[in-house]
T-cell receptor
């Protein structure tokens, strides 16, 4: 079993839909990162959180340390949100990555 | 501020050769981490450098090495290339502190193809 599991692996949505991507981990962590990767490879850090909830525009990230689970929500999704979303956990001083969730938002 | 830059962007090598990739972090960032991304294994941590010292290393063979210079620029080297080394190599920089608990800023990556 991978230390970091993401679900779903693939997600197709219609523009405007509310989207949730989940991340579960099995190790103790000091922080959790959500990353976005567009075609071509560029990666952008969306959030880093160690507790509670963070919001940036239409994106919301939550983490439950006791349940070892985090969610990334996208409200009012748009085709430009189409990308791979990657969860990464910080354990010690290294990052371990999930396999990513491929999101496609259709107009 | 300029972002993280990586050179070259694309590289084609043959088995047995060696390759050196370069990463220039954002000005003021002293931590540089390197990652390998392949379709089969996803993103994997290679190593992290801070103040010219390797602070952490992932589970990669000794053929993979790196260094950091006094201006925080970093290079990684892969010797005796294998077909499986074909990947996107990404570097990321962050402010002092561990890269795992700081926001990381990624470069565009170097796509290495080994023939």
């Amino acid at each position: 079993k991978n230390e970091v599991e993401q679900s779903p692996q693939n997600l197709t949505a219609q523009e405007g839909e509310f989207i949730t991507i989940n991340c579960s981990y099995s190790v103790g962590i000091s922080a959790l990162h959500w990353l976005q990767q567009h075609p071509g490879g560029g990666i952008v850090s969306l959030f880093m959180l160690s507790s509670g909830k963070k919001k940036h525009g239409r994106l919301i990230a939550t983490i439950n340390i006791q349940e070892k689970h985090s969610s990334l929500h996208i409200t009012a999704s748009h085709p430009r949100d189409s990308a791979v979303y990657i969860c990464a956990v910080a354990s010690g001083s290294r990052l371990t990555f999930g396999e990513g969730t491929q999101l496609t938002v259709n107009p | 501020k300029a972002g993280v830059t990586q050179t070259p962007r694309y590289l084609i090598k043959t088995r047995g050769q060696q390759v050196t990739l370069s990463c220039s972090p954002i000005s003021g960032h002293r931590s540089v981490s390197w990652y390998q991304q392949t379709p089969g294994q996803g993103l994997q941590f290679l190593f992290e450098y801070f103040s010219e010292t390797q602070r952490n290393k992932g589970n990669f063979p000794g053929r993979f090495s790196g260094r950091q210079f006094s201006n925080s620029r970093s290079e990684m080297n892969v010797s005796t290339l294998e077909l499986g080394d074909s990947a996107l190599y990404l570097c990321a920089s962050s402010l002092p502190g561990h890269s795992s608990t700081d926001t990381q800023y990624f470069g565009p990556g170097t796509r290495l193809t080994v023939l």
